[in-house]
Antibody, heavy 118, light 112 residues
Framework: DVQLVESGGGLIQPGGSLRLSCTVSGFTVSDIYMTWVRQAPGKGLEWVSTLYSVGSTHYADSVKGRFTISRDISQNTLFLQMDNLRTEDTAVYYC????????????WGQGTLVTVSS | IVMTQSPDSLAVSLGERATINCKSS????????????LAWYQQKPGQPPKLLIS???TRESGVPDRFSGSGSGTDFTLTISSLQAEDVAVYYC??????????FGQGTRLEI
């Protein structure tokens, strides 16, 4: 069975850093496009970043230069390093797998909450 | 590509039809393969989104057949033919033509 489990969320002050993890089972993280999507409290879904199987990385303008997506094949885990966090980054962060090279997602993690507040 | 859903919220009686609309700011029909790059998701409180439909009208395995998707180009519709209590949720459309820069509609809250 496919399973995605996020971890690493928490309360952090503005300007701080946090690293989210998404541990995958049921497929190899390097074989599939992987993406992060976030949802601010009471709001809609917002794409954050995608890592292609070939290794190329892509970011929303709102996080470019502050967030870094990566993976560790030995741990079969996807990461999102978040630096210089802002209050507007407060959200539940979901990792999800894309379906081939078309990024709609049948598989999602349960989400991890990041709260940026002083 | 901006996705706009209507209405923002909707109340439908049990057993009645529910219709949610989604409009894209530009066509998401790819002429080379004649596919519409549109998905529909259902999200219940405290849960991640659940994929219902891809390619505008292809229902995912296990999704009840009361859910159907239609439309092409820039205008799309999610229809629930006979509303059940468990269908109360927020529904999102998503375009993936511009992958990796996917975009979602703002969501439609469906209530009884």
């Amino acid at each position: 069975d496919v399973q995605l489990v996020e971890s690493g969320g928490g309360l952090i002050q503005p300007g701080g850093s946090l690293r989210l993890s998404c541990t995958v089972s049921g497929f190899t993280v390097s074989d599939i496009y992987m993406t992060w999507v976030r949802q601010a409290p009471g709001k809609g879904l917002e794409w954050v970043s995608t890592l292609y199987s070939v290794g190329s990385t892509h970011y929303a303008d709102s996080v470019k230069g502050r967030f870094t997506i990566s993976r560790d094949i030995s741990q079969n885990t996807l990461f999102l390093q978040m630096d210089n966090l802002r209050t507007e980054d407060t959200a539940v962060y979901y990792c999800a797998s894309c379906s081939g090279d078309s990024c709609y997602s049948a598989y999602w993690g349960q989400g991890t909450l990041v709260t940026v507040s002083s | 590509i901006v996705m706009t859903q209507s209405p923002d919220s909707l109340a439908v009686s049990l057993g009645e039809r529910a219709t949610i609309n989604c409009k894209s700011s530009q066509t998401i029909l790819y002429n080379s393969n004649n596919n519409n790059y549109l998905a529909w998701y259902q999200q219940k409180p405290g849960q991640p989104p659940k994929l219902l439909i891809s390619w505008a009208s292809t229902r995912e395995s296990g999704v009840p057949d009361r859910f159907s998707g239609s439309g092409s180009g820039t205008d799309f519709t999610l229809t629930i033919s006979s509303l059940q209590a468990e269908d109360v949720a927020v529904y999102y459309c998503q375009q993936y033509l511009s992958s990796p820069q996917i975009t979602f509609g703002q969501g439609t809250r469906l209530e009884i």
